[in-house]
């Protein structure tokens, strides 16, 4: 057979195939509901385990059981296909039974970060018109103030200690948040009572396409500006068809640590989907403390993790396991944000150092394409690049100001057409239109608003961001005009610009800082209108967005076109870091 001609364009080439097996790229992808792929790829394996959490073991049969009876519970409380429901937790075992029991009945999770602002939270609920709202108890409060005069009629209230056994529970001294559930003025339930008797009702599950939008995930995390992503069964299950066709020697029953929160889709379709469909043993952690890494490792040696590149440099200076034997790892993947050179090159060293006999591999992709895009594997992993595109995904660099494909080598902005593209955002369809495009072609891409470019071999090397994203150390991506807009609305504020600075504590990512311009004749000091301001994103902003410092300057820096220069900002935030 004759060699196919190469063009020096990826999208035509697809040079990254080569890596791949013949039937990983035959392989046809799944049609059905993630919970249907839930059970397909578990059904032969119910006594295996599923969930470690603490020391609760939860089998898949176990799993399943858990899932009917959570979706009897949401149909007793009126939930039909259709029906969005609020999801605001942490990862505990009963986020997982309630994302599948929704599935199953046709509904849909909206997963929104607890930490979220109330403002926030109320336009969660009111732009779904959500009727019910389960929610972690420590952000309890925060949701009866955001559910007040809303379409919310019940609180489904989850506690940590739900699924953890009796001696455990009994250290932790339970508060009693019963009480409490039901003295609140919006009707409110605890997990055990809302599950509690609802096997004895017939589960009718409504019928859902494998087309239809399963969950929605977030943008970021606070008022007008979050757009809510809009995942279908085939986007999830497509993620974790590619995951599982990648040559990774992770096998059935091998013990995965999950860090990564479920509100974003990095943890939910990664973190828990995928890893459940190829029936790896989970092992949940609730709420990650970064300096607890190695405490972690040693303790469950899981076989594979994912996770932001901040996390794996607590592991390199944790002391616990600075003499340890890892060669029980397979898998180190970092998503999330770049990961430099420089720390690459020392985790590589550290992996090697302890018997690991594996490379860092690197991953690159957005909300909006599932979080799934590309991966690095074998002889893909190199230095700087993020691997190459998943096996039936499409990555190029195009001409941000033409549209022209550029050749491999050319830098450009990093654009993706994959089965994983979201359906859209939700109720937002001019925004949807602005990121997924229809080329000439008429394939469909996501454009990513990052630049950097395709080598001849099929790798993806990330260079920088066309968006003004601040990306904080443990991955959380902050929006710099969702600050902008709350201290524009003092009124002693003429202007400001909001961007990110190295943060001293990590070696890696940044934390958002305020330039701002007083008016002239504004009646109020710069030390009390600092006051006034930083309190003000303390009450509207969540605290992973909230500014570190506000500096007054007397004008801010344009472009010769007038805009303001955000990148000589940028600068100088840097600039003061090291002084």
Request: hydrophobic letters at 40%; aromatic letters at 8%.
């Amino acid at each position: 057979m004759e060699e196919q001609k190469l063009t020096g364009y990826p999208s035509i080439d697809k040079p990254w195939l080569k890596y791949y097996s013949e039937e990983a790229i035959k392989a046809p992808l799944p049609e059905c509901t993630i919970y249907e792929c839930l059970w397909e790829n578990n059904k032969n394996h119910l006594d295996e385990i599923a969930i470690q959490y603490f020391s609760t073991k939860i089998t898949y049969r176990e799993l399943f059981e858990k899932i009917d009876l959570a979706a009897k519970a949401f149909s007793v409380k009126g939930i039909k296909r259709g029906d969005v429901v609020i999801i605001a937790s942490v990862t505990l075992p009963e986020v997982v039974f309630s994302v599948y029991a929704l599935n199953k009945i046709g509904a849909i999770p909206n997963m929104v970060d607890p930490r979220t602002s109330t403002e926030g939270i109320r336009n969660y609920i009111t732009e779904v018109s959500a009727t019910v709202v389960l929610t972690i108890d420590l952000a309890y409060q925060k949701i009866v103030q955001s559910a007040k005069n809303t379409t919310v009629k019940q609180i489904i209230l989850l506690s940590a200690t739900d699924s953890m056994k009796f001696l455990l529970k009994s250290a932790l001294k339970l508060k009693n948040w019963k009480k409490k559930a039901t003295s609140s003025e919006i009707p409110s339930i605890v997990w055990s009572n809302f599950v509690k008797g609802a096997e004895n009702n017939i589960l009718i599950a409504r019928a859902s396409r494998h087309e239809d939008c399963c969950m929605i995930v977030h943008t970021g995390g606070t008022t007008g500006f979050s757009k809510g992503v809009m995942l279908s069964n085939d986007n999830v299950n497509a993620g974790f068809h590619q995951a599982f066709h990648t040559p990774i020697t992770m096998q059935r029953q091998d013990v995965f640590l999950n860090i990564m929160p479920p509100f974003i889709a990095y943890g939910m379709v990664l973190g828990i989907h995928t890893a459940l469909c190829w029936g790896w043993k989970s092992v949940l952690i609730p709420k990650f403390d970064p300096q607890k890494f190695g405490e972690l490792l040693l303790k469950h040696r899981p076989n594979g993790l994912i996770g932001v590149p901040a996390y794996f440099e607590n592991m390199l200076g944790s002391k616990k396991v600075q003499r340890a034997d890892l060669s029980f790892i397979k898998v180190v993947l970092a998503g999330g944000d770049r990961t430099p050179v420089e720390f690459e090159q020392r985790l590589n060293k550290f992996l090697a150092t302890h018997k690991a006999r594996i490379h860092l591999s690197k991953g690159y992709s957005l909300t909006e394409a599932s979080a799934t895009a590309t991966v690095s594997f074998e002889n893909t992993v190199k230095l700087g690049s993020a691997g190459i595109p998943l096996v039936n995904t499409i990555i190029s660099s195009f001409d941000e100001n033409n549209g022209r494909e550029l050749t491999n080598g050319e830098l450009g902005e990093i654009c993706i057409s994959s089965p994983t593209i979201m359906m859209g955002y939700y109720s937002n369809d001019a925004a949807t239109r602005e990121i997924i495009r229809i080329h000439n072609d008429g394939t469909k891409w996501v454009h990513t608003g990052d630049f950097g470019y395709v080598d001849k071999d099929g790798l993806i090397y990330i260079e920088g961001r066309l968006k003004r994203m601040i990306v904080r150390y443990d991955g959380f991506k902050v929006f710099p005009p969702f600050i902008e807009k709350v201290i524009l609305s003092n009124t002693a504020v003429d202007c400001c610009c909001a961007v990110g600075r190295p943060d001293p504590s990590h070696r890696h990512g940044m934390l958002p800082v305020v330039f701002a311009v007083m008016k002239s004749d504004a009646e109020i000091s710069k030390s009390e209108l600092r006051a006034e301001l930083l309190n003000k994103c303390n009450a509207e902003l969540p605290e992973y967005s909230q500014p570190v410092e506000i500096l007054f300057v007397s004008e801010l820096p344009l472009t010769p076109i007038g805009k303001i220069d955000y990148r000589t900002l940028e600068k100088q935030a840097e600039e003061m870091t090291k002084a």
